[in-house]
């Protein structure tokens, strides 16, 4: 057994993860990664998974190790913030030529090394395996080892080529590279009882910077962020923090199990995310460190903080309640947590109709389940097309989705708001959340979504799926079935009545050239006037989502 | 010697150097007799106050810095829009050298047209003579098919009469009795070059319409199912004539664009030199009076011409500049209503992309505020486009606006939840537009090229839409008009946002951490 599949291995048999320990030996050794389905629309591989949990050290230097592609389509795809060095910015690659493949490339990588060092002199360098150089066999291991010795430097394998599977896991074989190359390798100059690591955590939009000035002001510190605005010294010393924080929740579980196996570093899982996530992530914090014996006024420091800021925050959405009232929201996340997210939604006053939980654990569940109610909606794998529908039939009014979802709402005429790695806003901490909800509550107003839901004024009834359901909402407004999804949904129509409203003479002189007549056919069936015929053109993008619910 | 024959420097680097600054600095300290910097810098910082701007919208005499120009450069404009003809200014030729220039620094063509060039004599005795030989010569050298007359104020100020002294002209012989010299007066001190384009347009058709000053009978209308387009005063004309000639042609509806300068101002370099191109025929031009409906985009552009048009029996439509969805679709039902054509599908689906665009990209633009100035027409359809977005108009100056303007604005603002805190200010000029950029600021500056004083003044980016635009070449050959026209203001509006965001992250080691590749 080479020694990556022993390490994948490994990582499948995670004792820290709740799934897998309920499992069978048999099932075990299978490994958890679903095998793909061959032909079937697919995320990012496992190379992409182990590039973008280390990407974030902003210190090293990041060189991968094969054909242009894996670095071209990577290059800096990611807003993690640094405060300082930029060299994690820099694009390193051997782009690997067909000579290379016939020859084996393991000299050009020895040499790509050697060209970093003399001309950036860097702390570090992550080598990153890929599918090619994998397949014919070169040695990156052994040319890093080889490296190191000859300079003098830390050169770090990552063996985590993207046939090996899913992004997931390549978050874990950069875990496993941290762990057996870089924590525990140097000594910070002093510790502290206050120390901590944080993990998983990435600094998107600098929105880890939105929790620092609160440690510091209780006077915790950072001992080791992995990876977010993180220095290869800092982590190859994270082996002396107290405690350890693990944010993401599944990308770096091993690395938090083995440090506590290891070095005796206990860990929680705790989120940034909303209010009351924040509070308690921080009271964790300061209870765990004065357990490993800070000193006890540490909590009251905590509490003081935590008072002041959430009465700040609380202040602060108080004024988007009466805008959010009645709101529905669909959830699709993948890195961020699920549970974290829903918590600091309801805060809002926003309700959930539905979250995926592709990638949350058994507890995630859980406390979602607590959070939403029996009823909640969990989505195992939300298809586009799936995603389509839900949001077609006004089940939502709005997506908070990762960047690939959405073209899925835009198309569906739903308001969508990016909260993955790709966003422009910071969403962590006191301050994050109502960042967020301001973001929340533009995308719900902007004038484009009527825009969006209206077809063109000048269409016919049979051409589109918008006039349809006017024409049912027409008829039960006049006598026909009452629509109960109707009535739930008058705040929408409220808002959205106030577009520029269409003459209806303007409709009635262009319709004959269509060669059909919506207007007069809804006249003939419910005897409006032409006065309520204007009532009923005035509705027409009101409630166009809703009624397709009726109609269908 | 600080210049260098073998690395000549051009004069952005030239002056830098240590001869040069010695130079201007010695001359500042023993000549100019200048002020201490410290008070220039606290009347600098005193002229950002709203004190300021209290004393400055208190200005009843002085302008400073107008966003117009004059009517003659309005009927210049119309006029190279007919064929093969000449405009000709009756009156001093300084005038006709600033609209020529004025035209070619936007266009980045020539721009043909002559002048009666009055000297002192001409303003003590009349400018007939100078009418007399100057149609005579201008006949001769340029062989138009057509000579469209208007005036600066110098002609205007002693009272000459075009009527007359064209009449005159022709019986002396300068042009043949049946050449066609229509005529308009358009002195500067009333309106602007928005008052200019109607009076020449109204001059011309009226013309051909009703007998030819006289030598003809007047026409009878035989109503047919064309259409007549008219544009106004347009930066964009290249673009936007060509955008709406397609949009005629996908629907299917026979068209006259009245005044089409289209090509005039974008002629093709091939070893000819096309004095005329294009243009509206003038078979066109007084057949233009059997129509169904005149068409106008810029309702303040023709409020003569459209009065003129409605009188002889046509139906007449005028917007403001319409830019964007619900105005574009606004404009295509009014011309489906009227013609009785359906609007395709290949336009429909243009505007599922623009809607697309908007929404893909709304999140940048919602919420921002942004300040406009310029024509009454294209800050009204700007401003539309701008609520449409989700954005805030919060200043919208037109200096050539008038109160009919300002209350059409206000009423706009009223109709979307982003017009609140928006006004409009009509006959205001560009330091009255400083003032309130330092007072009440905004994220953006919508303008033309004159904007960016204030732009260096105030910070506030610059994006450069209006007439003229002489800093940024070829703008003019994209539509503002259409679906696809509102595409190009999107992506303009984008372009300089995402600029901003990039200029404020772009320092190393400082505010780099947020210089991102994906935005």
């Known amino acids: 057994m080479t020694s990556l599949s022993a390490t994948i291995q490994d990582a499948f048999n995670e004792a820290a993860c709740a799934k897998n320990a309920n499992k069978s030996e048999a099932a075990r050794k299978k490994g958890c990664t679903k095998q793909l389905q061959p032909g079937g629309v697919a995320g990012g591989c496992a190379f992409d998974g182990a590039?973008?949990?280390?990407?974030?050290?902003?210190?090293?230097?990041?060189?991968?190790?094969?054909?242009?592609?894996?670095?071209?389509?990577?290059?800096?795809?990611?807003?993690?913030?640094?405060?300082?060095?930029?060299?994690?910015?820099?694009?390193?690659?051997?782009?690997?030529?067909?000579?290379?493949?016939?020859?084996?490339?393991?000299?050009?990588?020895?040499?790509?090394?050697?060209?970093?060092?003399?001309?950036?002199?860097?702390?570090?360098?992550?080598?990153?395996?890929?599918?090619?150089?994998?397949?014919?066999?070169?040695?990156?291991?052994?040319?890093?080892?080889?490296?190191?010795?000859?300079?003098?430097?830390?050169?770090?394998?990552?063996?985590?080529?993207?046939?090996?599977?899913?992004?997931?896991?390549?978050?874990?074989?950069?875990?496993?590279?941290?762990?057996?190359?870089?924590?525990?390798?140097?000594?910070?100059?002093?510790?502290?009882?206050?120390?901590?690591?944080?993990?998983?955590?990435?600094?998107?939009?600098?929105?880890?910077?939105?929790?620092?000035?609160?440690?510091?002001?209780?006077?915790?510190?950072?001992l080791s962020c992995i990876s977010g605005d993180g220095k290869y010294r800092e982590v190859a010393c994270s082996h002396r923090a107290r405690v350890a924080m693990m944010v993401c929740s599944k990308a770096m579980i091993n690395v938090a199990r083995k440090m506590r196996e290891r070095y005796g570093i206990p860990f929680f899982e705790g989120s940034f995310y909303g209010i009351q996530d924040t509070s308690e992530a921080l009271r964790k914090i300061a209870l765990m460190l004065i357990e490993r014996g800070a000193p006890p006024q540490l909590l009251e420091r905590t509490e003081a903080a935590v008072a002041r800021e959430e009465a700040k925050a609380f202040a602060a959405i108080e004024r988007f309640k009466t805008r959010f009232a009645g709101k529905k929201v669909l959830l699709v996340t993948g890195g961020v947590k699920s549970w974290s997210v829903v918590a600091a939604l309801q805060e809002a006053g926003l309700e959930i109709v539905g979250t995926s939980v592709k990638k949350s654990t058994s507890e995630d569940k859980e406390r979602i389940q607590k959070l939403m109610g029996h009823d909640a909606h969990m989505i195992e794998d939300l298809t586009p097309r799936e995603m389509y529908k839900m949001l077609k039939e006004a089940k939502a009014d709005i997506m908070l989705s990762g960047g690939k979802s959405q073209f899925v709402a835009l198309k569906a005429a739903m308001p969508w708001l990016d909260i993955n790695q790709e966003r422009c806003h910071a969403y962590m901490g006191y301050v994050g959340i109502v960042k967020l909800m301001e973001e929340i509550d533009k995308a719900l107003y902007n004038p484009i979504w009527d825009q969006l839901r209206t077809p063109a004024p000048w269409d016919n009834a049979e051409g589109n799926w918008q006039a349809k359901a006017l024409a049912q909402v027409h008829v039960s407004a006049t006598g026909g079935a009452p629509s109960s999804v109707g009535a739930e949904k008058a705040p929408h129509a409220k808002r959205t009545r106030s577009r520029k409203t269409v003459e209806l003479s303007i409709i009635e002189d262009c319709v004959p050239a269509h060669g059909s007549t919506a207007v007069d056919t809804m006249a003939q069936d419910t005897n409006a006037s032409a006065a309520s015929k204007r009532a009923s053109e005035n509705k027409m993008p009101a409630q166009p989502v809703s009624a397709l619910q009726a109609a269908e | 010697m600080t210049q260098n024959a073998e690395n000549v420097l051009d004069h952005f680097e030239l002056f830098r150097g240590p001869e040069y600054q010695q130079m201007l600095?010695?001359?500042?300290?023993?000549?100019?007799?200048?002020?201490?910097?410290?008070?220039?810098?606290?009347?600098?910082?005193?002229?950002?106050?709203?004190?300021?701007?209290?004393?400055?919208?208190?200005?009843?005499?002085?302008?400073?810095?107008?966003?117009?120009?004059?009517?003659?450069?309005?009927?210049?404009?119309?006029?190279?829009?007919?064929?093969?003809?000449?405009?000709?200014?009756?009156?001093?030729?300084?005038?006709?050298?600033?609209?020529?220039?004025?035209?070619?620094?936007?266009?980045?063509?020539?721009?043909?047209?002559?002048?009666?060039?009055?000297?002192?004599?001409?303003?003590?005795?009349?400018?007939?003579?100078?009418?007399?030989?100057?149609?005579?010569?201008?006949?001769?050298?340029?062989?138009?098919?057509?000579?469209?007359?208007?005036?600066?104020?110098?002609?205007?100020?002693?009272?000459?009469?075009?009527?007359?002294?064209?009449?005159?002209?022709?019986?002396?012989?300068?042009?043949?009795?049946?050449?066609?010299?229509?005529?308009?007066?358009?002195?500067?001190?009333?309106?602007?070059?928005?008052?200019?384009?109607?009076?020449?347009?109204?001059?011309?058709?009226?013309?051909?319409?009703?007998?030819?000053?006289?030598?003809?009978?007047?026409?009878?209308?035989?109503?047919?199912?064309?259409?007549?387009?008219?544009?106004?005063?347009?930066?964009?004309?290249?673009?936007?004539?060509?955008?709406?000639?397609?949009?005629?042609?996908?629907?299917?509806?026979?068209?006259?664009?009245?005044?089409?300068?289209?090509?005039?101002?974008?002629?093709?370099?091939?070893?000819?030199?096309?004095?005329?191109?294009?243009?509206?025929?003038?078979?066109?031009?007084?057949?233009?009076?059997?129509?169904?409906?005149?068409?106008?985009?810029?309702?303040?552009?023709?409020?003569?011409?459209?009065?003129?048009?409605?009188?002889?029996?046509?139906?007449?439509?005028?917007?403001?500049?319409?830019?964007?969805?619900?105005?574009?679709?606004?404009?295509?039902?009014?011309?489906?209503?009227?013609?009785?054509?359906?609007?395709?599908?290949?336009?429909?689906?243009?505007?599922?992309?623009?809607?697309?665009?908007?929404?893909?990209?709304?999140?940048?633009?919602?919420?921002?505020?942004?300040?406009?100035?310029?024509?009454?027409?294209?800050?009204?359809?700007?401003?539309?486009?701008?609520?449409?977005?989700?954005?805030?108009?919060?200043?919208?100056?037109?200096?050539?606006?008038?109160?009919?303007?300002?209350?059409?604005?206000?009423?706009?603002?009223?109709?979307?939840?982003?017009?609140?805190?928006?006004?409009?200010?009509?006959?205001?000029?560009?330091?009255?537009?400083?003032?309130?950029?330092?007072?009440?600021?905004?994220?953006?500056?919508?303008?033309?090229?004159?904007?960016?004083?204030?732009?260096?003044?105030?910070?506030?980016?610059?994006?450069?839409?209006?007439?003229?635009?002489?800093?940024?070449?070829?703008?003019?050959?994209?539509?503002?008009?259409g679906y696809q026209g509102g595409m190009n203001v999107l992506v303009k509006i984008l372009d300089k946002i995402f600029e901003e965001i990039d200029k404020n992250t772009n320092v190393v080691g400082k505010t780099d951490y947020s210089f991102d590749i994906i935005r």
């Open chain 2, 25 to 481: 600095a010695n001359k500042r300290a023993l000549f100019e007799n200048a002020h201490d910097p410290a008070e220039v810098e606290r009347i600098r910082e005193w002229a950002k106050t709203p004190e300021y701007r209290e004393k400055n919208f208190a200005r009843e005499e002085l302008t400073i810095n107008p966003a117009k120009a004059c009517q003659p450069l309005g009927a210049v404009f119309a006029s190279v829009g007919f064929e093969s003809t000449l405009p000709f200014v009756h009156g001093s030729q300084g005038c006709v050298a600033y609209y020529r220039s004025h035209l070619s620094r936007h266009f980045k063509e020539p721009t043909s047209c002559v002048s009666s060039s009055m000297t002192e004599d001409a303003a003590v005795f009349g400018g007939l003579n100078n009418m007399i030989d100057g149609l005579a010569n201008s006949y001769n050298m340029y062989k138009p098919k057509m000579i469209a007359v208007s005036t600066t104020c110098m002609a205007e100020v002693i009272g000459d009469d075009l009527n007359a002294f064209i009449k005159t002209s022709k019986e002396k012989g300068s042009v043949p009795a049946k050449f066609d010299v229509p005529f308009a007066h358009t002195p500067a001190f009333v309106g602007s070059h928005v008052t200019g384009y109607d009076n020449a347009l109204k001059g011309i058709i009226e013309y051909f319409w009703d007998g030819k000053a006289g030598s003809e009978p007047k026409l009878e209308r035989q109503p047919n199912k064309k259409i007549n387009f008219v544009g106004g005063f347009d930066g964009y004309t290249v673009g936007n004539i060509r955008e709406i000639k397609r949009i005629f042609e996908l629907m299917g509806i026979e068209y006259t664009i009245l005044a089409d300068n289209s090509d005039v101002f974008d002629t093709p370099t091939d070893g000819e030199f096309r004095m005329y191109e294009g243009g509206t025929t003038l078979k066109d031009a007084a057949n233009a009076i059997n129509a169904k409906a005149t068409v106008s985009m810029q309702q303040y552009c023709t409020e003569k011409t459209l009065a003129f048009i409605e009188s002889h029996g046509q139906q007449v439509v005028a917007f403001n500049h319409p830019v964007g969805v619900s105005a574009t679709d606004d404009f295509l039902m009014t011309l489906s209503r009227i013609t009785g054509k359906s609007i395709p599908k290949g336009l429909e689906q243009e505007r599922g992309r623009l809607v697309d665009a908007m929404a893909d990209s709304s999140a940048h633009i919602h919420g921002k505020k942004f300040a406009i100035y310029g024509d009454p027409d294209l800050c009204y359809g700007l401003a539309g486009f701008l609520l449409e977005l989700g954005a805030e108009p919060t200043h919208v100056l037109s200096t050539n606006g008038t109160k009919a303007w300002e209350e059409k604005m206000q009423a706009l603002f009223a109709g979307s939840q982003f017009g609140k805190d928006c006004h409009a200010y009509p006959g205001r000029d560009l330091w009255h537009m400083r003032s309130l950029l330092f007072t009440e600021p905004v994220d953006f500056l919508i303008g033309n090229t004159y904007g960016k004083y204030l732009e260096r003044d105030t910070g506030t980016p610059l994006i450069r839409i209006g007439f003229p635009v002489f800093d940024r070449h070829h703008h003019h050959r994209y539509p503002v008009w």
């Open chain 1, 51 to 222: 590039k973008i949990a280390l990407q974030p050290f902003t210190d090293v230097a990041h060189l991968v190790h094969g054909p242009i592609a894996c670095e071209g389509n990577s290059w800096d795809n990611r807003g993690s913030a640094s405060s300082g060095p930029d060299l994690w910015r820099r694009s390193f690659t051997t782009d690997m030529h067909e000579i290379d493949v016939v020859f084996g490339g393991e000299k050009r990588l020895y040499k790509a090394i050697k060209e970093i060092i003399d001309k950036y002199d860097p702390p570090a360098i992550f080598v990153y395996q890929t599918c090619v150089p994998a397949m014919i066999g070169d040695d990156i291991n052994a040319v890093c080892k080889f490296a190191a010795a000859r300079f003098g430097r830390s050169v770090i394998p990552v063996n985590s080529p993207g046939f090996v599977g899913s992004k997931n896991l390549g978050n874990k074989l950069a875990g496993e590279a941290l762990l057996e190359y870089v924590i525990g390798t140097q000594e910070p100059d002093r510790t502290t009882p206050y120390d901590i690591n944080l993990i998983g955590e990435y600094n998107l939009s600098g929105e880890l910077w939105q929790i620092k000035p609160l440690l510091d002001e209780i006077g915790i510190r950072i």
